[in-house]
């Protein structure tokens, strides 16, 4: 499975900016698929997902600024990210867990990554 991101840049605080993730995979077969973002010496946190039965799932600091949707006949998730602060600068990475018969057989699959800074 491969996931490309893309969308990231800089912009200045308040504005917006639209992430995509393009999969080379049917992501009607895709478990759970979303965002998640690591700044500079920190971990790696979730942003935004769907999760099981296409529910999603976003952090407390992103609710109501940023969101998530999805075109399965492109297989891509963006995420829509408003009212930008320069505290979600940072990588944002495409992540995706393709379903299985058996969760044990489950694996975690990455993007490469895109920069998002946001300038004060």
Same mark, same amino acid.
């Given at each position: 499975?491969?996931?490309?991101?893309? %969308?990231?840049? $800089?912009?200045?605080?308040?504005?917006?900016?639209?992430?995509?993730?393009? *999969?080379?995979?049917? @992501?009607?077969? @895709?478990? &759970? =698929? !979303?965002?998640?973002?690591?700044? +500079?010496? /920190?971990?790696?946190? $979730?942003?935004?997902?769907? *999760?099981? %039965? %296409?529910?999603?799932?976003? *952090?407390?600091? &992103?609710? !109501?600024?940023?969101?998530?949707?999805?075109?399965? *006949? /492109?297989?891509?998730?963006?995420?829509? =990210?408003?009212?930008?602060? +320069?505290?979600?600068?940072?990588?944002?990475?495409?992540?995706?867990? +393709?379903?299985? $018969?058996?969760?044990?057989?489950?694996?975690?699959?990455?993007?490469?990554?895109?920069?998002?800074?946001?300038?004060?």
């Amino acid at each position: 499975v491969q996931l490309q991101a893309s %969308g990231g840049g $800089l912009v200045q605080a308040g504005g917006s900016l639209r992430l995509s993730c393009a *999969a080379s995979i049917d @992501i009607d077969t @895709i478990r &759970v =698929m !979303g965002w998640y973002r690591q700044a +500079p010496g /920190k971990e790696r946190d $979730l942003v935004a997902a769907f *999760a099981d %039965g %296409g529910s999603t799932n976003y *952090a407390d600091s &992103v609710k !109501g600024r940023f969101t998530i949707s999805r075109d399965n *006949a /492109k297989n891509t998730v963006y995420l829509q =990210m408003n009212s930008l602060k +320069p505290e979600d600068t940072a990588v944002y990475y495409c992540n995706a867990i +393709p379903r299985r $018969l058996q969760r044990k057989y489950e694996r975690e699959y990455w993007g490469q990554g895109t920069q998002v800074t946001v300038s004060s």
